[in-house]
């Protein structure tokens, strides 16, 4: 069964940055596309950005294009979350999962912005 331990987060002012990782494990990582989700309280989940399974097209939610930076490492089975410029409104719950089976995914890692 498909794994995913994401890290990465934590507490950071407002125009900060993180760098979110997520570890995969259980299914063949490198024929699967990936994708990065959150959660913010009280809110439901939200796609936040894909990646093919190669990495060579990567696309984004309009509200992080041009601040946010999806990547992967095929080698390591992980995919990571260049987060720039952070705002309030990105505070949420970070997930990673598969492409089309957002069901199976980790704890995630929490991302607070705020000063």
């Known amino acids: 069964q498909a794994q995913f331990v994401e890290s990465g987060g934590g507490l950071v002012q407002p125009g900060g940055s993180l760098r979110l990782s997520c570890v995969a494990s259980?299914?063949?990582?490198?024929?699967?596309?990936m994708v990065w989700l959150r959660q913010a309280p009280g809110k439901g989940l939200e796609w936040v950005s894909n990646?093919?399974?190669?990495?060579?097209?990567?696309t984004y939610a309009d509200f992080v294009k041009g601040r946010f930076t999806m990547s992967r490492d095929n080698a390591k089975k992980m995919v990571y979350l260049q987060m720039n410029s952070l705002k309030p409104e990105d505070t949420a719950r970070y997930f990673c999962?598969?492409?089309?089976?957002?069901?199976?995914r980790g704890q995630g890692t929490q991302v607070t912005v705020d000063s």
């Open positions: 990646i093919s399974a190669g990495g060579m097209q990567v």
């Open positions: 999962a598969q492409s089309g089976d957002w069901s199976l």
């Open positions: 259980g299914f063949s990582f490198t024929n699967r596309e």
